[in-house]
Structures are given as C-alpha cells and as structure tokens.
C-alpha cells in the first residue's frame, strides 16, 4: 500500500514541529526518516498512523484520503523503541493479542491464531521461545516479538520507531541486517525513523533527511550520501570538510585552486565553501604531480591506520585557519606514501559541492 503525504503542517503551540511535508512512500518500500532530535521524525510517524493530527495537509492511502481516519481503521502495525511486551503474558500469547481482541464476527478460529503465531515466531526465527515470558529475553529478542506481534494482525503498513534504540551497538547492527531481510521478504510498506545515519543508510530503500520540521532530502542511500542537496546533509550524513573561498561566473577559487564551478554561472564575486568528503581528497607528497591545477600545502598531524583505510589529520600551511582536515586513504596509497607525521603533503579536491557562504 502505497503512502502520499501533502503539505502537512504540525504546530505544538508556537513550535513548528512540521512545516510543509510533502512526500511518497512506494508500496513495499522500506523508507527512513532521518534527523536529529526535535526535526519532527517522531510526529510525522504519529500523524501517518493516526495517532496524531495535523494542523494542515492530507494523509492519503493507496490514494485515499486517510486524514480524518481513526488509528484502527487505518491497519497500521507499531513498534516502539521501549518494547511494550505483556509482561504477564507468554510469548506466544503476546503475538496472538492483537487476534484474540478482535471483535468475535472478525476473530480467527483458535486453530488458525495458534497456526498464524506459529508461523510468525518462526518468522522471527524464535519459535522455541513461545513458551517464556518477556523478562525471560534479551532486548533483541524482545524487538524482534513486538515486530511479530505488530505483524499478527497482518498490517498494510508497518511504523517503527527507533525499534533499535535502546539496543547495543552489536545487536543493533544484528538487528538492522535482519529487518532488511525481512522486508525482502514480506514487503510491507514500511516506514523507520532514526537519528542513527548508518542504520538508514543500511536499511532502507530511500532515506527522507529530516531537519526542523523540514525534508531537507529524499533519495536513495548512495543519493543522500554521495550527493548531499545542502551543507545541512552533508555535515549530517558523515565527514565533511570544509574549504573556504570564492565564486565569479562560473569558476571557483578554493585555497589556491581554480576549478569549475558550472552551476554557478549567475555568482557574481561571492563567497562560498567547498564541502569535501575525506576520501574525495587527493594526497601528494610532491607538488609536481599536482600543479598544473593548483594544491594546498598541509603538514601531517596525526595518522590513523585501522583496517584497509587510512585516516590522516592534517593541518594547512598557507591558511590561518587552524581546523584539522580529515583525509582517507587506502592503505596502499599511505605505503607508496611513505607517510610520517609533520610530513608535508600537497591536497586537492578530487569531488565536491560548492554552497554560496551565507546560506548557512
Ligand atoms: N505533544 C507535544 N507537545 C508539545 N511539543 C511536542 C509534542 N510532541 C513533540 N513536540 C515537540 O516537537 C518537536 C519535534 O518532535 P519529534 O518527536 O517529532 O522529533 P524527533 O525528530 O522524533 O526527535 P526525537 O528523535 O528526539 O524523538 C520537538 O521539539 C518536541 O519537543
């Protein structure tokens, strides 16, 4: 089932908690709202199910008009962040809930509950847990029964949020692997919010960048993280570094370098930042190899070599402008390198964005 949201707008007093969200989630699509705390994550999932109403806009399902639609009628399953299992009840009996509380005309016989939970605890891949009790598991099992149990009523659209949050990082990690594979296979139309970059880049189909209340981007993950639409994404989606300098028709100055700058041919002497990625940065020891189109000369502060990636810190010679630039290189290029600290090297953007300075 697919999901359109128009122009929705969320006011909590004089707080804009939504401002204007326009957006399509595609039938059997896995998508992440992601954002920092307050951008408004939380209530546009509320709003999608139900649960909260909007001050302006629609919610429209499969091409229906769902706004003025109660929670129930709009089938929507939930999983929360603070798993809220029965504590009292089975595991089994916490999947069969939502089918045994269904008024009778609409209640499955007690074989065919007992056949449906079967078939979902085995789904989840904990089927020898049917017989424990809540306190009796770890919190991703604990997660993993309330996606069982949010699925038992056979929801058209499933809402998570942050469902890994209060989950370690290794199990987190289990977890997000094991939700992708399980969309894969039952693709329900899915909406996850989280403020973790890597979970929604790793999970989803498409990522909704969320930021005050606004969509700052929606793409696909290599979209939102390889071509960032604003410095808001860039900074939020991983390391970025900064190059101050100037643009004039179509042409850009960056710490000595000039170089193409072909969307923006109206500038007119304005000031602009480069955002560069650490691996999108060329690093030379010589400045041969780099000058006919320019370097920046930097000095070698500190190097990290973990794994097949080397992280270099480094500092510029010709700038005032004490902040470190992050660099990644592979492991073979740092041996050819021959790299030491308090070294000098010679750096140049292989790939990056220019944004006009003020705009941020
Ligand atoms: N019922 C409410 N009454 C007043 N303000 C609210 C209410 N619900 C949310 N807000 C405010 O709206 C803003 C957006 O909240 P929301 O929970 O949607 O953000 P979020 O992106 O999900 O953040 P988080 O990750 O911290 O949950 C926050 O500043 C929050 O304080």
Known sequence: MSIEIRNLSKQFGNFAALRDI????????????????????TTLLRVIAGLETADAGQVLFQGEDATDQNVRDRQVGFVFQHYALFRNMTIFENVAFGLRVRPIKFRPADAEIRRRVQELLELVQLD??????PHQLSGGQRQRIALARALAVEPKVLLLDEPFGALDARVR?????????????????????????????????RVVVMNEGRIEQIGTPDEVYER???????????????????????????????????????????SAVAYVRPHDIRVDKVNNALKAEG???????HILSIGPVVRLELMRDD????????????????????????????????????FPAQIH
């Open 22 to 41: 326009t957006l399509e989630v595609k039938s059997g699509e896995l998508l992440a709202l992601l954002g920092p705390s307050g951008s408004g994550k």
């Open 128 to 133: 020898w847990l049917a017989d424990r009790f």
């Open 173 to 205: 990690k289990e977890l997000r692997s094991w939700l992708r594979r399980l969309h894969d296979d039952m693709h329900i139309t899915s909406v996850f919010v989280t403020h973790d970059q890597e979970e929604a880049l790793e999970v989803a189909d």
């Open 228 to 270: 960032p639409a604003s410095p808001f994404v860039y900074e939020f989606l991983g390391k970025v570094n900064l190059f101050h300098g100037r643009l004039h028709r179509g042409r850009a100055w960056i710490g000595g370098i000039e170089v193409d700058a072909p969307g923006h041919t109206e500038a007119e002497e304005t």
């Open 295 to 301: 370097a920046i000369p930097a000095r070698v502060s």
């Open 319 to 354: 700038s005032e402008d004490k902040k470190v630039i992050e660099v990644e290189i592979s492991k073979e290029r740092f041996r050819e390198l021959q790299l030491t600290r308090g070294d000098q090297v010679f750096i140049k953007p292989s790939r990056f964005d220019l």
